[in-house]
């Protein structure tokens, strides 16, 4: 029997204001179960050793806006995606722009959001492998808007729908030997029920825990 890969899920639930983890953090041990083994972590230490501890990928639902991360988790974190590490952050999770180095790894940072309203999520390109098994699906979700870092490679495929126009809400890039995937769904539970967004995270998961590029 193949031994599953170990992914790191860090989140706050003592120190959360918004999102805290143990709600997706039920859904997610759902999604993940096939394959995956996931360790969840409110210690943002762990970052330290990841290589040392033998996980694949880091999943971010962090809610630490106000938190910036101390020198050695930052580089502990950098240091293991540039390796070959891969790391899928979730809606909040972009909250590590607190650290402006980890601001320009996921390539992106929160500006703000409109009201909590039904968003219509789409394909911004045909045929990406994340989208496989996905059809386009509506949530009930918070619009959060972006500022892209001009500096940072990114690839869209996924948009949201709101006031008429498209927006980012999904984006995939390759830093070093190793993968992101930013997913902007993800406020409360009910956000991980719907089928096709399983989907796309349990494809996310897989992508960002393939193998290095060459």
């Known amino acids: ?3 599953p890969s170990k992914l790191l899920l860090i ?16 859904q997610l041990q759902a999604i993940a179960a096939d394959g995956f083994e996931l360790f969840p972590t409110e210690d943002y230490d762990t970052l330290k ?29 950098l240091r293991f995606i540039a390796g070959g ?17 980890l601001a320009g790894l996921i390539g992106a940072r ?7 309203q039904p968003l219509t999520y789409l394909p911004a390109q045909e045929d990406h492998p994340l989208l496989e098994g996905v059809q386009a699906f509506t949530l009930d979700e918070e619009p959060y808007m972006f500022e892209f870092d001009a500096f940072s490679p990114r690839n869209v495929f996924l948009e ?3 006031e008429g126009s498209r927006y980012p809400a999904g984006w995939e890039h390759r830093y070093g030997l190793g993968r992101l995937v930013y997913l902007q769904p993800g406020h409360c539970s ?8 399983r989907q796309l995270i349990l494809n996310s998961i897989r992508w960002v825990t393939g193998p290095p590029p060459l």
């Open 1 to 3: 029997m193949k031994t």
């Open 190 to 197: 009910p956000s991980f029920l719907q089928d096709s967004y």
């Open 110 to 116: 929160f500006t703000g959001h409109p009201p909590y």
């Open 160 to 162: 949201y729908e709101f």
């Open 85 to 101: 590490g891969g790391l899928l952050v979730i809606h909040n999770g972009i909250s590590l722009q607190a650290s402006h180095e």
């Open 49 to 77: 050793t990841l290589e040392q501890d033998g996980f694949t990928a880091v999943i971010s639902y962090t809610d630490c806006w106000d938190r910036p991360l101390e020198a050695g988790q930052v580089a502990g974190l």
């Open 11 to 26: 989140g706050d639930n003592v120190h959360s204001t918004w999102h805290p983890l143990e709600p997706a953090l039920q």
